[in-house]
């Protein structure tokens, strides 16, 4: 996931990585290239997006059943705690005999 997230957060700002794919070889001379800034994507199909985002959509539900899991155990715990303490600080039982 480091990978990942080292990749993608490139594209939040001006970086290498847009740069990069703005630019393709040029057809004329070894060494040239064309650089080409658009609204349209020509080389990502919108598939391939419609699989990103349901990508993303997937790891985010994810995460939040992670938190979710996670949250439910700590209450769990905390609950489990806090019977202990009540428990530990009751008063002894008086056990005097009868007779």
Wanted: charged fraction near 25%; hydrophobic fraction near 35%.
């Amino acid at each position: 996931m480091p990978e990942v997230y080292e990749k993608a957060s490139g594209y939040i700002h001006l970086s290498t990585a847009h740069v990069a794919s703005a630019m393709t070889p040029g057809e004329r001379e070894e060494g040239a290239f064309q650089f080409k800034v658009s609204a349209e994507d020509d080389r990502v199909s919108d598939q391939t997006w419609l699989d990103v985002i349901a990508a993303y959509r997937a790891s985010t539900y994810l995460f939040l059943e992670l938190i979710q899991n996670w949250t439910q155990q700590k209450e769990k715990a905390e609950g489990l705690a806090a019977s202990g303490e009540r428990i530990g600080t009751a008063p002894a039982p008086n056990h005097k005999g009868t007779g």
